[in-house]
């Protein structure tokens, strides 16, 4: 079994959570569910989100999880410096650091996409670029994969971004990747607007515009 971790805050959009249920679906649909999940937060206990709602969470520690997910919030909100922290020293901890949305902004923040080609929101990318400029923005992608870490463009796209885990290059990393992709990618990439509009959601097309970054090993 994986450990998946979800990072809340307080204000983080519940559209985040859209996320969670490609994982969802594949303990559903893989034998053994093959995936823990858990919501951490700085101070753990009960995060108030951007409706209201409250989320149970677990306080940061040093345990390791095979992929930590940063979502994001309606608006991006500056990071408390105890976020920053644990951000700024998960590659070392976690096989795979991704973010969702304007979950961006906090990876940009705790310096890890420094370098790397990213997304975010069309809405928000031009933002990010300004605030971060060493940050690669491809604004243009449903999500982006450089290296060991991730990003999405909006909310329903981190759907895409999880679905691309279970179809990713290591066919024996994700258990029971070809029936999550036979029943749950079709509905997904179904939806959505023209493929290539300018909003940058060819969400009819993802795995032909949506290609890893290869990267060289650091």
Same mark, same amino acid.
């Given at each position: 079994?994986?450990?998946?971790?979800?990072?809340?805050?307080?204000?983080?959009?519940?559209?985040?959570?859209?996320?969670?249920?490609?994982?969802?679906?594949?303990?559903?649909?893989?034998?053994?569910?093959?995936? %823990?999940?858990?919501?951490?937060?700085?101070?753990? $206990?009960? =995060?108030? *989100? !951007?409706? /209201? #709602?409250?989320?149970?969470s677990e306080a940061f520690t040093a345990m390791s999880f095979d992929t930590l997910?940063?979502?994001?919030?309606?608006?991006?909100?500056?990071?408390?410096?105890?976020?920053?922290?644990?951000?700024?020293?998960?590659?070392?901890?976690?096989?795979?650091?991704?973010?969702?949305?304007?979950?961006?902004?906090?990876?940009?923040?705790?310096?890890?996409?420094?370098?790397?080609?990213?997304?975010?929101?069309?809405?928000?990318?031009?933002?990010?670029?300004?605030?971060?400029?060493?940050?690669?923005? %491809?604004?243009?992608?449903?999500?982006?994969?450089? $290296?060991? =870490?991730? *990003? !999405?463009? /909006? #909310?329903?796209?981190?759907?895409d971004l999880g679905l691309e885990h279970f179809r990713g290059a290591d066919e024996?990393?994700?258990?029971?990747?070809?029936?999550?992709?036979?029943?749950?990618?079709?509905?997904?990439?179904?939806?959505?607007?023209?493929?290539?509009?300018?909003?940058?959601?060819?969400?009819?097309?993802?795995?032909?515009?949506?290609?890893?970054?290869?990267?060289?090993?650091?």
């Amino acid at each position: 079994m994986r450990d998946i971790a979800f990072v809340v805050y307080p204000g983080y959009s519940v559209m985040a959570l859209a996320v969670v249920t490609a994982f969802e679906v594949a303990n559903m649909l893989a034998e053994g569910a093959p995936y %823990d999940l858990h919501f951490v937060s700085e101070t753990g $206990g009960a =995060i108030k *989100t !951007s409706s /209201g #709602m409250r989320l149970e969470s677990e306080a940061f520690t040093a345990m390791s999880f095979d992929t930590l997910v940063v979502g994001g919030s309606t608006v991006p909100i500056p990071s408390t410096p105890g976020l920053i922290a644990f951000m700024r020293d998960a590659p070392k901890r976690h096989r795979r650091v991704a973010a969702v949305c304007t979950g961006a902004f906090v990876l940009a923040e705790a310096g890890l996409l420094d370098g790397r080609h990213a997304t975010t929101h069309w809405l928000h990318a031009r933002n990010l670029q300004r605030q971060f400029p060493k940050v690669k923005m %491809d604004e243009d992608r449903i999500f982006v994969n450089d $290296g060991p =870490i991730w *990003t !999405s463009a /909006g #909310m329903t796209a981190g759907i895409d971004l999880g679905l691309e885990h279970f179809r990713g290059a290591d066919e024996n990393v994700d258990g029971g990747r070809h029936r999550v992709d036979r029943d749950c990618s079709h509905p997904v990439l179904a939806v959505g607007g023209p493929p290539h509009d300018h909003h940058g959601a060819p969400e009819l097309e993802t795995v032909a515009v949506a290609q890893p970054i290869s990267t060289p090993t650091r």
